[in-house]
């Protein structure tokens, strides 16, 4: 039974996705998303049934599959992994997925690529799937890159416009360079784990499953403290190319040239968490890296804060939320580097898993808003073009509401409590002996931050639906609320993301899931949230929704704006003037250096290996009768030379 | 007994078929190129059951030596008595054919791309397509007698005999303007590697005979001597340098057959001057004959030499040509010369994991062998197909979109993008995977250069995706008016590659577990040779029983 379900998980998307391929083959436009919406309604239904039934005594059940390679030190089987860990994440994902499918049906009809849509889109969900419950570190690379191509072909799915094809591109590459380093690691680990015990003892074992790397990095740390290091240090760089950190954060707003459901599900709640996952789920190693993951909090807390800073800037409403999750993943990776601190893993991951769970609720349900937003507008999504649409989106404006007023952190939303989690943890993790001073640091990030993104939200929500209305053009007379259909999925959305906080936080309940996963360390008694947290964070909040409010008012935004606002505006919408450096410093050098070398390649090797390969000819004259450039008589030659010898053997 | 009846069939059968159809090629019959369609498709049933036949019978060979084929052919007429002595043994060596699962494998790959070339030749081909098709079919029954030869003189004969339909090939359908300046640099560059092959192999000749024993040029029996003269000798520098002239001469021959850093310059200008539908099989097949030699001949019979001189050179330079193959390909705009470099650098990865000398590597190189044919004969293919439509593709300024002008086209130009850029559930990424596993445990160094590749290939595949295919509606652009998607035929011919790339990248156990008792043979001599001489190779605990 507990095999039924968990294969039926990811093995349904991946019908869906095949037989959505058909479709597409033949061009349909009307029943692709049949296919596709059961197959995810399977894979959810399924997944919560695991998530009630399932109880180990240890804590995980392996299913087995097949095996994929075995052959010198390489064994590796698709098999897959269950427990808390791998749960949590997938019930966000199938649940999610599968919502924001019934929310496509409408918001993608009558497109000419409706069926790839779809294919595409359940192709994803059997990757995502598979990631979170592979059992081996190179399987969840395989899914790992297989969700990267999912999400290149999804940016890419107006591949007509040439912004989305090169969005797409860029992100799949810049992706690339963050899976080098991963795969990079994961070479190197399975070498080291091959120099241990565990590893070089029986045969059968695989060298990458999560089970024999637990049980080995005690020892791999004994043996070899400098590579665990680099191998933690690479596995960091897949995680934060994955999960859009800075410096690898750059695909991520580019990302929005794909379908707004693309960008609900994939940038937004789903594909761009996974790193956090791998970061979760190697915790029992990365623990032996404690100077790789405050590493890894502070790159989390630089873009915590300058994504917050981009996205206050925006103008695109899209490219707004698209910021804002870089900022909240950022806060995981806070999270995350807690592990360094000793006895706090479980914790770590818990209130990195809790606000990966909230998140991915509201910032659904955000980005489902202003695809709403989009269809009504006719696909113009600056918000220079539009403002107080509370009347003709009323019921797409309480959505938004509950999921702005859940991303700023106001109480009793989800986010408040996901979010304070998160910094009462550092609060607690600044008492370290090692590290304090570090977490100290995080910490005002966390608030700093949280100030921040309660203005830009509040901001850009008052600034769309209150005020003077005003619509663009395109719109048309009559911009109308969007359908039954699509608002149901944003209904269940919002219900999660008002009460997920609430009855999952205080209660303890996600603490203590999480806890079963195996190579979590126990609990060490309660866990306590300091009140000063909780205070000086609703404080934060609604000062920061106050001061969003004003900033939304034309008139005042006219007012404070003297140079320095401008130069500051100029700044964040120039992205920090990251992208420019990049292309400065790493593209074009690139190019031009590979233009070098092709023409080095035709010239210099070209003709230096031509000199040496004709200088025989040179060398006597009765060769160069020979070499008459005709190749027919060269071809003679030889085939004369072998005719003799054909000949000479017939004789002997 | 029948299964050995395929070795004779698969080598002869297709030169003869050829031959006849080149002789009444002419007649204007349009039945011609179907016979040859058809009995290229019975040759790729043939190559399957030769593949079963290997992979049922494993473990029956009972010599030593670290070349067993599975399946030989070798009657007593195929002996050659020739009138000198070696040694004080007058000569008498016996030929042979014979299929392991490397030949096998191989042989697959070779009956798989013929097909789909004489299917595609049916609408690429127009002027003399029942020559053509005669020609194509030669070529294959030559390679297959190449990668079946069990001996040097025969894998000789066959190796040098590969370059007349070659050539031929080359000049009569290549492009006018290009194809007799590349087949003249294409002919001097591989006569300058025969030259001292040919030395090679009669130096392993000579060496292998003794007072007690007769000369020999059967590569079981040679492979056989060279691992008892290293158990007896044991791994010593004076035993590498007595057999450093031959590996030298062979590393020469091989390594400009095989395209090695910096002895490749003739194969973007072979590769380019063809025409695409040739190119397909040129790059597919012809291209890795060398590594196939090195793979064959080299790492069997001198590998104590090769990891002394060779290991860590060669591998840094298969490290570097992955690099320096892609950086290149990034800013080539001739389609045909872009896929060019992007072959030289992912055959970068199979230099890379026979350099490793052990079993992982020796596994993936042959995986990505197989793997290359398949993708690159297909690019090659699509090439084909949109130069037919559109004429010779420049990347330039152009707005292409070619993917709403012919979506079934685009789809599988992704696809096969896809594959080749290593996606895993694909077949690249294991061979790129097992080759890099393999070399890891040589030097962190050279895998740190290689794993490079897979963000560089990324980026030159990605681009022509978006130039060729993406990036505009192709279906408003005026000069794809009036041209259709690719048919049925296409189809047929490309969808078979396809399958086998998605069956190795979800299943490669189907193919590694029929290669697995001839990988451990190999490493049997490989492993020792390779850790006595650099002791800081790593060489796992794990060997499995």
Same mark, same amino acid.
């Not at chain 1, 399924?46 to 075995?70: I, K, M, N, P, R």
């Not at chain 2, 397509?129 to 020609?135: H, I, K, N, V």
């Not at chain 2, 030395?199 to 000579?206: A, C, E, Q, S």
């Given at each position: 039974m507990l095999e039924m379900l968990a294969w039926a998980i990811p093995v349904a998307p991946l019908i869906g996705c095949l037989v959505c391929t058909i479709l597409a /083959?033949?061009?349909?436009?009307?029943?692709?998303? #049949?296919?596709?919406?059961?197959?995810?309604?399977?894979?959810?239904?399924?997944?919560?049934?695991?998530?009630?039934? /399932?109880?180990?005594?240890?804590?995980?059940?392996?299913?087995?599959?097949?095996?994929?390679?075995?052959?010198?030190?390489?064994?590796?089987?698709?098999?897959?992994?269950?427990?808390?860990?791998?749960?949590?994440?997938?019930?966000?994902?199938?649940?999610?997925?599968?919502?924001?499918?019934? %929310?496509?049906?409408?918001?993608?009809?009558?497109?000419?690529?409706?069926?790839?849509?779809?294919?595409?889109?359940?192709?994803?969900?059997?990757?995502?799937?598979?990631?979170?419950?592979?059992?081996?570190?190179?399987?969840?690379?395989? /899914?790992?890159?297989?969700?990267?191509?999912?999400?290149?072909?999804?940016?890419?799915?107006?591949?007509?416009?040439?912004?989305?094809?090169?969005?797409?591109? =860029?992100?799949?590459?810049?992706?690339?360079?963050?899976?080098?380093? @991963?795969l990079l690691?994961?070479?190197?680990?399975? %070498?080291?784990?091959?120099?241990?015990?565990?590893?070089?003892?029986?045969?059968?074992?695989?060298?990458?499953?999560?089970?024999?790397?637990?049980?080995?990095?005690?020892?791999?740390? +004994?043996?070899?403290?400098?590579?665990?290091? #680099?191998?933690?240090?690479?596995?960091?760089?897949?995680?934060?190319?994955?999960?859009?950190?800075?410096?690898?954060?750059?695909?991520?707003?580019?990302?929005?040239?794909?379908?707004?459901?693309?960008?609900?599900?994939?940038?937004?709640?789903?594909?761009?968490?996974?790193g956090v996952y791998l970061m979760a789920r190697m915790a029992p190693l990365m623990v032996y890296a404690p100077d790789v993951l405050v590493t890894l909090a502070w790159l989390g807390a630089i873009t915590s804060i300058a994504a917050a800073v981009m996205a206050m800037f925006q103008y695109d409403l899209k490219r707004v939320l698209a910021y804002s999750t870089a900022s909240q993943l950022g806060y995981l990776f806070m999270a995350l580097g807690c592990i360094a601190v000793p006895d706090m893993m479980t914790i770590a991951v818990m209130a990195a898993m809790f606000h990966l769970f909230t998140h991915a609720f509201f910032k659904a349900l955000l980005f489902l808003s202003a695809g709403n937003v989009m269809h009504a507008m006719g696909d113009v999504i600056d918000m220079r073009?539009?403002?107080?649409?509370? =009347?003709?989106?009323?019921?797409? +404006?309480?959505?938004?509401?509950?999921?702005?007023?859940?991303?700023?952190?106001?109480?009793?939303?989800?986010? @408040?409590?996901? =979010?304070?989690?998160?910094?009462?943890?550092?609060?607690?993790?600044?008492?370290?002996?090692?590290?304090?001073?570090?977490?100290?640091?995080?910490? &005002? &990030?966390?608030?700093?931050?949280?100030?921040?993104?309660?203005?830009?939200?509040? =901001?850009?929500?008052?600034?769309? @639906? #209150?005020?003077?209305?005003?619509?663009?053009?395109?719109?048309?007379?009559?911009?109308?609320?969007?359908?039954?259909?699509?608002?149901?999925?944003?209904?269940?959305?919002?219900?999660?993301?008002?009460?997920?906080?609430?009855?999952?936080?205080?209660?303890?309940?996600?603490?203590?899931?999480?806890?079963?996963?195996?190579?979590?360390?126990?609990l060490h008694g309660e866990h306590h949230e300091a009140m000063w947290v909780l205070v000086t964070s609703t404080l934060v909040a609604i000062v920061g929704v106050a001061i969003g409010y004003k900033l939304a008012q034309p008139s005042t935004s006219k007012a404070v704006s003297n140079d320095f606002v401008t130069a500051i505006g100029d700044f964040g919408r120039n992205r920090l003037y990251i992208d420019t450096i990049y292309q400065a410093l790493i593209v074009t050098p690139s190019e031009w250096f590979a233009k070098w070398l092709g023409w080095f390649d035709e010239t210099v090797v070209d003709g230096l290996t031509q000199l040496v390969g004709q200088s025989p000819g040179f060398a006597g004259l009765m060769l160069k009768r020979f070499q008459t450039g005709m190749v027919s008589s060269y071809a003679m030659v030889t085939a004369c030379g072998i005719a003799a010898l054909a000949l000479w053997i017939a004789t002997q | 007994?029948?299964?050995?009846?395929?070795?004779?069939?698969?080598?002869?059968?297709?030169?003869?078929?050829? $031959?006849?159809?080149?002789?009444?090629? *002419?007649?204007?019959?349009?039945?011609?190129?179907?016979?040859?369609?058809?009995?290229?498709?019975?040759?790729?049933?043939?190559?399957?059951?030769?593949?079963?036949?290997?992979?049922?019978?494993?473990?029956?060979?009972?010599?030593? *030596?670290?070349?067993?084929?599975?399946?030989?052919?070798?009657?007593?007429?195929?002996?050659?008595?020739?009138?000198?002595?070696?040694? *004080?043994?007058?000569?008498?060596?016996?030929?042979?054919?014979?299929?392991?699962?490397?030949?096998?494998?191989?042989?697959?790959?070779?009956?798989?791309?013929?097909?789909?070339?004489?299917?595609?030749?049916?609408?690429?081909?127009?002027?003399?397509?029942?020559?053509?098709?005669?020609?194509?079919?030669?070529?294959?029954?030559?390679?297959?007698?190449?990668?079946?030869?069990?001996?040097?003189?025969?894998?000789?004969?066959?190796?040098?005999?590969?370059?007349?339909?070659?050539?031929?090939?080359?000049?009569?359908?290549?492009?006018?303007?290009?194809?007799?300046?590349?087949?003249?640099?294409?002919?001097?560059?591989?006569?300058?590697?025969?030259?001292?092959?040919?030395? *090679?192999?009669?130096?392993? $000749?000579?060496?292998?005979?003794?007072?007690?024993?007769?000369?020999?040029?059967?590569?079981?029996?040679?492979?056989?001597?060279?691992?008892?003269?290293?158990l007896t000798r044991g791994v010593t520098e004076s035993f590498a340098s007595s057999q450093f002239l031959i590996l030298a001469a062979l590393m020469l021959g091989f390594g400009i057959k095989m395209a090695l850093l910096p002895l490749h310059s003739w194969l973007p200008t072979t590769y380019s001057a063809s025409h695409p539908n040739t190119t397909a099989l040129i790059a597919a097949v012809v291209g890795k004959l060398g590594v196939y030699g090195l793979l064959r001949i080299v790492l069997p019979l001198t590998p104590v030499a090769l990891s002394v001189y060779c290991q860590i050179v060669v591998g840094t330079l298969g490290a570097i040509a992955i690099v320096y193959g892609a950086l290149i390909a990034l800013k080539q705009t001739d389609l045909r010369r872009l896929m060019a470099y992007s072959s030289l650098s992912h055959m970068g990865f199979v230099t890379l994991g026979l350099m490793a000398m052990n079993r992982e590597g020796i596994a993936g190189a042959t995986i990505q062998m197989f793997n290359h044919g398949l993708i690159t004969a297909a690019m090659f293919l699509m090439i084909g197909m949109i130069e037919q439509r559109r004429g010779r593709l420049v990347l330039g300024n152009e707005n292409f979109g070619l993917a709403a002008a012919y979506p079934h086209l685009g789809f599988l130009m992704v696809f096969f993008t896809l594959a080749g850029a290593g996606l895993p559930g694909l077949n690249s990424f294991v061979g790129e995977i097992l080759a890099m596993m393999g070399m890891l445990r040589v030097s962190a160094g050279i895998v740190g250069i290689a794993v490079l590749g897979t963000v560089l290939g990324a980026w030159y595949a990605l681009r022509v995706l978006q130039h060729v295919m993406f990036s505009s509606d192709g279906k408003t652009n005026k000069r794809n008016a009036g041209t259709a998607d690719i048919g049925w035929a296409d189809w047929v011919a490309?969808?078979?590659?396809?399958?086998?790339?998605?069956?190795?990248?979800?299943?490669?156990?189907?193919?590694?577990?029929?290669?697995?008792?001839? $990988?451990?043979?190999?490493?049997?001599?490989?492993?020792?040779?390779?850790?006595?001489?650099?002791?800081?190779i790593d060489t796992l605990a794990v060997v499995k029983k």
């Open positions: /083959f033949r061009g349909d436009r009307d029943w692709a998303h #049949w296919p596709a919406v059961m197959a995810l309604a399977i894979s959810a239904v399924c997944t919560l049934a695991l998530v009630a039934t /399932f109880s180990d005594e240890s804590g995980v059940a392996v299913v087995h599959g097949y095996t994929w390679l075995d052959i010198g030190s390489l064994r590796l089987d698709v098999s897959l992994r269950l427990d808390s860990l791998s749960l949590t994440l997938l019930s966000v994902v199938t649940v999610v997925s599968c919502l924001v499918a019934i %929310y496509s049906r409408e918001y993608m009809r009558g497109d000419p690529g409706y069926a790839r849509f779809f294919a595409v889109f359940s192709g994803f969900v059997f990757c995502m799937t598979m990631l979170v419950m592979a059992n081996n570190l190179l399987l969840l690379y395989a /899914f790992w890159e297989g969700v990267g191509t999912c999400s290149y072909l999804l940016i890419g799915y107006y591949y007509r416009k040439p912004s989305a094809a090169k969005a797409a591109v =860029k992100a799949f590459l810049v992706n690339r360079v963050a899976d080098c380093g @991963f690691g994961i070479l190197l680990l399975s %070498y080291a784990i091959g120099q241990t015990s565990v590893g070089a003892g029986a045969s059968v074992v695989g060298r990458l499953d999560f089970a024999t790397i637990f049980a080995a990095s005690q020892e791999l740390f +004994n043996k070899f403290p400098d590579l665990v290091g #680099w191998i933690a240090f690479l596995l960091v760089i897949g995680a934060i190319g994955k999960s859009a950190q800075f410096p690898l954060h750059v695909w991520l707003p580019d990302a929005m040239e794909g379908p707004t459901p693309v960008s609900a599900l994939i940038h937004a709640a789903t594909m761009v968490t996974a073009y539009f403002s107080g649409l509370r =009347k003709v989106l009323p019921k797409t +404006n309480v959505l938004f509401g509950i999921g702005a007023a859940a991303l700023a952190g106001l109480p009793p939303f989800a986010a @408040f409590f996901s =979010k304070d989690t998160i910094l009462s943890l550092l609060s607690d993790a600044s008492a370290d002996t090692d590290y304090g001073g570090h977490f100290t640091g995080l910490m &005002v &990030v966390g608030f700093l931050t949280a100030f921040l993104t309660a203005i830009y939200t509040s =901001k850009t929500y008052f600034h769309t @639906f #209150w005020g003077k209305e005003v619509t663009p053009p395109e719109a048309g007379d009559h911009p109308h609320e969007a359908t039954t259909i699509m608002l149901l999925p944003m209904v269940i959305l919002a219900v999660g993301a008002v009460l997920a906080g609430l009855l999952l936080g205080p209660t303890g309940s996600i603490l203590h899931y999480i806890a079963k996963t195996p190579g979590m360390d126990a | 007994m029948t299964s050995q009846l395929l070795i004779p069939l698969l080598v002869f059968l297709p030169i003869l078929v050829g $031959v006849t159809l080149c002789l009444v090629a *002419g007649k204007k019959s349009s039945w011609i190129s179907d016979i040859a369609t058809s009995f290229s498709g019975l040759m790729v049933i043939a190559a399957i059951a030769l593949l079963c036949a290997v992979h049922g019978a494993q473990g029956s060979s009972e010599a030593a *030596g670290l070349i067993q084929p599975q399946i030989v052919f070798g009657p007593a007429w195929m002996e050659l008595k020739l009138p000198f002595a070696i040694q *004080g043994h007058s000569v008498n060596w016996q030929l042979q054919l014979g299929a392991d699962s490397f030949s096998a494998m191989m042989v697959l790959l070779t009956s798989l791309v013929t097909f789909a070339v004489l299917m595609t030749a049916r609408t690429q081909i127009t002027e003399r397509r029942d020559l053509y098709d005669g020609m194509i079919l030669i070529t294959q029954g030559i390679l297959m007698g190449i990668f079946l030869a069990m001996d040097l003189l025969l894998f000789y004969v066959f190796f040098e005999a590969v370059l007349i339909p070659i050539i031929l090939l080359m000049n009569i359908w290549g492009d006018p303007k290009e194809s007799l300046r590349a087949s003249r640099k294409f002919l001097l560059f591989t006569l300058a590697g025969s030259i001292p092959m040919v030395v *090679g192999i009669v130096g392993i $000749v000579l060496q292998s005979a003794t007072a007690e024993r007769a000369s020999t040029v059967l590569l079981p029996q040679l492979s056989a001597i060279a691992f008892e003269s290293q490309l969808a078979p590659l396809a399958l086998l790339c998605i069956v190795i990248g979800v299943r490669p156990s189907t193919f590694t577990d029929t290669m697995k008792v001839d $990988v451990d043979r190999m490493a049997v001599s490989l492993e020792p040779a390779a850790k006595a001489l650099h002791p800081t």
